[in-house]
């Protein structure tokens, strides 16, 4: 379905790099809002796009997940083969009389920006298959050309130009309820660690083989 390109830069293999990335999509697919995703991106490459998924940008110093668009129907994601290990800030309370806690909990489209100041919120690790949810949900918000300047908000928890398509509301925090976990308030992250960054930890090269692969 996707075209993959990989640059060896003697961290992950190509193998075990494509290994992640299929391991991503199975988990993703048996999710109510991956199922669609996926019926989505399946169809629109039927017709024309081409969705390239990269390990490297060579325009990019520090590697991180981003998409580039190319042309109209060419979409570049760049997910790198070496660690970017983040935390994001998260909703604490998932219980609550606060009508507005309760839409973000519901993932149900806000009518303005999170104020973080004003929520209670802790910072979870974020995981490499939410990543890639949220950057593929980048990918679909071009294709339907609904992308503006909210657009991470709209992409994390929806604003006034959420992606909807039959029913099915397609965010990062969408992806998060289906997996039972916290809902995300920004795109604001703390870094825990990045290759090619100074990092106050030390992590093996095997343990973060290891986190890259959930």
Known sequence: MFIFEFTDRYYLTEEEWLNNIDSYINKLKNTV??????????????????????????NVINQYPHVKPKTNNKIYVYFPDTPYFIKVPVVKNKITNNEFINNIVSCIPLNYKIDMNRIKHKYDTQKY???FAHELTHVL?????????????????????????DGVIITENAFRRDF???????????????YGYENKLN???????EFMKK
């Open 33 to 58: 809002t991956g199922n669609k995703m996926f019926e989505l991106l399946e169809y629109y490459i039927s017709v024309g796009y081409e969705i390239i998924i990269s390990n490297y940008n060579n």
């Open 129 to 131: 298959s939410i990543m």
């Open 141 to 165: 918000r071009f294709i339907f050309n609904c992308n503006d300047v909210n657009e991470e908000e709209d992409t994390i928890y929806g604003l006034h130009n959420v992606l909807e398509v």
């Open 180 to 194: 039972g976990l916290n809902l995300r308030i920004s795109h604001q992250s703390e870094e825990i660690y990045i």
């Open 203 to 209: 992590l093996t090269k095997d343990k973060c083989k």
